[in-house]
């Protein structure tokens, strides 16, 4: 199968998170990959690699796109390290989170994508999160779900909150 959540609203990552641990409740390999975000300590970061430290559970990125950095160059080694899992990862799910905003910012072709997603190894479900999921990505995935925002505390001024947000 082949989630894609995405929307303009918080809970993305969280909902792939919490089928993560879904899935591992029985029994399943997992492997996450997260683009865009960096080396930031995330508590859902520190739990995997604290609890369960065969998972594989990576960043690559260079954090918020709206300052300087590789985000490009990070983005594309770390679709480099999921092609290599969708090929050869021997677990049942694969989360690509943010791979659609990647997707979106122009960082790895949508066609080069799905060409991937297609060729990814029989029985590996991939878990595809980000804003501006490409309609290409959306036709290609079985389950599409937006995540709306109605009101965020960001809008007022609110920084994300440990715990809580990150």
Not at 4 to 31: E, F, H, I, N
Not at 115 to 131: D, H, I, K, M, Q
Not at 149 to 164: D, E, F, R, T
């Amino acid at each position: 199968m082949v989630y894609c959540v995405t929307g303009d609203g918080k809970g993305k990552t969280t909902s792939s998170l919490g089928t993560v641990v879904r899935a591992m409740g029985w029994g399943w390999r997992v492997a996450v990959i997260q683009f865009i975000k960096n080396d930031f300590a995330t508590g859902e970061m520190r739990f995997f690699h604290q609890y369960f430290p065969e998972m594989i559970f990576e960043q690559h990125g260079a954090g918020f796109t709206n300052r300087p950095g590789e985000h490009e160059l990070a983005a594309r080694h770390g679709w480099g390290r999921a092609c290599e899992l969708m090929e050869h990862f021997d677990g049942e799910l694969l989360v690509l989170d943010e791979i659609n905003t990647a997707i979106s910012l122009g960082f790895i072709p949508v066609t080069e994508a799905i060409a991937a997603f297609r060729r990814r190894r029989c029985g590996l479900n991939l878990y595809l999160t980000g804003r501006n999921a490409d309609p290409a990505i959306m036709a290609f995935a079985d389950l599409v779900s937006e995540i709306k925002n109605v009101k965020h505390p960001y809008s007022q001024g609110i920084n994300a909150k440990k715990g809580l947000d990150f």
